[in-house]
T-cell receptor, first 111, second 114 residues
Framework: SQQGEEDPQALSIQEGENATMNCSYKTSINNLQWYRQNSGRGLVHLILIRSNEREKHSGRLRVTLDTSKKSSSLLITASRAADTASYFCATAPYNTDKLIFGTGTRLQVFP | ETGVTQTPRHLVMGMTNKKSLKCEQHLGHNAMYWYKQSAKKPLELMFVYNFKEQTENNSVPSRFSPECPNSSHLFLHLHTLQPEDSALYLC?????????????FGSGTRLTVV
């Protein structure tokens, strides 16, 4: 069964605004990762947060993890048109090395 | 270029054809994966190889046959496919049990079965 679900499914914002995407999952995890995919291309790893971490930053990205609620959020600050893409969360279930992906959020940033 | 190369980029095949998808990585990773991405569905994990050994077969039909001759190369052999097998097939690699860098994906092969 599907491990991760992103919310919202689609998000449209203006350049300069912040974009927040949420992810929920079902089982205990080793870590949670966020990936980006431009249309019809491969996925690019953005950031990884371990199960014992609560928040992590990378440039304009901020990820939070709440293991008690089995949820994570990805915040992109000061968005740019080039941030337009689909964003996926992926979880590594406990004691496995395989990644299970969610359904993704399609982000559209208008200039 | 991510370090994971997939060929071909696009493939159109008839239901009676036999074709192969190729994936190559020279990142020194010891785990490789095949994923299927269909429209409006989550990425589906198909196969996992660790140190050339298959460790996961996610109930994939036998018309898909993986092969991993060494830790740098991964193939997906296709035969007698169905139109619903049309999708983007993504290969990825990682360093097993090293959490730092996540997966590295190739650009995918867009497969159309006619």
């Amino acid at each position: 069964s599907q491990q991760g679900e992103e919310d919202p499914q689609a998000l449209s914002i203006q350049e300069g605004e912040n974009a927040t995407m949420n992810c929920s999952y079902k089982t205990s995890i080793n870590n949670l990762q966020w990936y980006r995919q431009n249309s019809g291309r491969g996925l690019v790893h953005l950031i990884l947060i371990r199960s014992n971490e609560r928040e992590k930053h990378s440039g304009r990205l901020r990820v939070t993890l709440d293991t008690s609620k089995k949820s994570s959020s990805l915040l992109i600050t000061a968005s740019r048109a080039a941030d337009t893409a689909s964003y996926f969360c992926a979880t590594a279930p406990y004691n496995t090395d395989k990644l299970i992906f969610g359904t993704g959020t399609r982000l559209q940033v208008f200039p | 270029e991510t370090g994971v190369t997939q060929t071909p980029r696009h493939l159109v095949m008839g239901m009676t054809n036999k074709k192969s998808l190729k994936c190559e990585q020279h990142l020194g990773h010891n785990a490789m994966y095949w994923y299927k991405q269909s429209a409006k569905k989550p990425l589906e994990l198909m196969f996992v190889y660790n140190f050339k050994e298959q460790t996961e077969n996610n109930s994939v039909p036998s018309r898909f046959s993986p092969e991993c001759p060494n830790s740098s190369h991964l193939f997906l052999h296709l035969h007698t496919l169905q139109p619903e097998d049309s999708a983007l097939y993504l290969c990825a690699s990682s360093q097993e049990f090293f959490e730092g860098s996540g997966y590295t994906f190739g650009s995918g092969t867009r497969l159309t079965v006619v």
